[in-house]
Every structure is written in C-alpha cells, then in structure tokens.
C-alpha cells in the first residue's frame, strides 16, 4: 500500500511540475485531477482562446520506455470522454478545445500540442 501511495505523490508531483512550466507560458489552470466516471483529466488548462485537456506522464529514466508512448489509443479515448463530460457539466460544450500530452523523463519536459 505505501508503494501506491508513493506512486501517487510522485504522479501529483509532476503534474504540479507540468503546471507551473505551463504557468510560466502564461497559461491559465484551471483544474487539477478532473475526475467523471469514465476517466481523469490531469491537468484542465486555459491557452488563449483553447481550453486544453493535458495528460502528464513522468518517467524517471528510459528502462519503462518514453513517457509520451504512455499515451495510447486506449487512453486517448478515456480522455475524449472526460473532456466531453467536463464540456457539458461546465457549459462549455462549443469552446474550442484540444488535447496535449506533456512528458517528463527525469528533468526533461517535452510538451506535445495537439497531441491527438
């Protein structure tokens, strides 16, 4: 059980880290965690115009693979359907919005726009 927990802190970490490097672009945050049924949104974010949904994987080194293949087809359709929630419960439903990934392999963050 620790082990999870540690786990999660150190997820809750990163994408505290990936919130204040988008922050530091003049992004706005507006959610943590968003949770619905189907899935969780990491990080709900305001970029100009866009609201951004971002999934932060963090990897502390290359052994378990890239921190961006993390994200697979699977998981983008999770993300989708939050989204989608998160759009109707705030109505938003017609804002423009898209889905970035943001990576973290040791100290390195790669940012992906658009990411699908």
Known sequence: MPENR???QTGTDYERAA???????GW???EYNYRCRS???DI???DGEYLVFCEVKYRSDGRR???LEAVDVRKQ???????LYYLTEHGKIDAP???DVIGIRGTKITHIRDAF
Do not use: W
């Not at 919130?19 to 672009?25: A, D, I, K, N, S």
């Not at 359709?77 to 939050?82: E, G, K, L």
């Open 65 to 67: 693979g890239d921190p």
């Open 39 to 41: 899935a969780e949104i």
């Open 28 to 30: 706005e945050i507006l």
């Open 19 to 25: 919130g204040f490097y988008l922050e530091q672009m």
């Open 97 to 99: 919005c898209r889905f």
């Open 44 to 46: 709900v974010a305001r």
């Open 77 to 83: 359709q999770r993300i989708r359907r939050a989204a």
């Open 6 to 8: 540690n786990k999660r």
